[in-house]
């Protein structure tokens, strides 16, 4: 059984993905990581600047993403991606990175290669998986599918919050910039845009507290799940 939650920036879905995934006992994937490996190597590995990030070179995306030793795992309830045996996790929530991957998930390779880890995981287990088009693309026929939003102020204010927790300081206006510049780009992408799959359950949170969403979604499986 698949269950997806795609959303904008800082809606809440990875954090209720995850919390969703451990109640039900199903794995949960986080696809935005994937993505985030992926760019943090092109820079650092093959040292990327943001131009060249728009159009990744396909020996570079295969000699990473398609390439046995980039992994992801939830085996200790902690979403990870390896890469030749290190654990490359720690480096990959910070804003660079953030702005690096917006860039390169665009690119149609990088999607089709990110894709493919997706569908094996899939295949393996029951999954609550979050992203951007895990209800339209990467799991059409998913059990349940759910778009997690809120309004951009509240969005902006969650991601500066979730920057100050790491050390960094963001004005409001710099953190709805930030936020804005990466939903528009994923809204605005020829290949697999943002958008509610037309079977998606749409929440909007904005006036909600982390509590009473994840008993909405909850509450919202067990009853589709009847
Ligand atoms: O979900 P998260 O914000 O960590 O994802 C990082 C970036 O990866 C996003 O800004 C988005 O551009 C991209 N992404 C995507 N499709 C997904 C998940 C993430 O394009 N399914």
Redesign the pocket.
Known sequence: MIITIDGP?ASGK?SVAKRLADKLGFYYLY???L??GLAYLLVTKFGYSDEELKKPRSADIDAIVNNPSFQYHYDTGIPTIMFNGENITPYLKTAEV?HW??IS?ADPYVRQSVLHHQIELGKKYNLVVD????GTIVFPHATIKIFLTAAPEVRAKRWQQDQMKAGKKFTFADALTAINE?DQ??ITRPH?PLIPATDAIIIDNSDMSIEETDEKLYQLCLSQHK
């Open positions: 920036v990875s696809t935005g990581l993505y985030r953030d991957s917006s998930s992203g951007r088009d895990t990466r780009r994923d697999s």
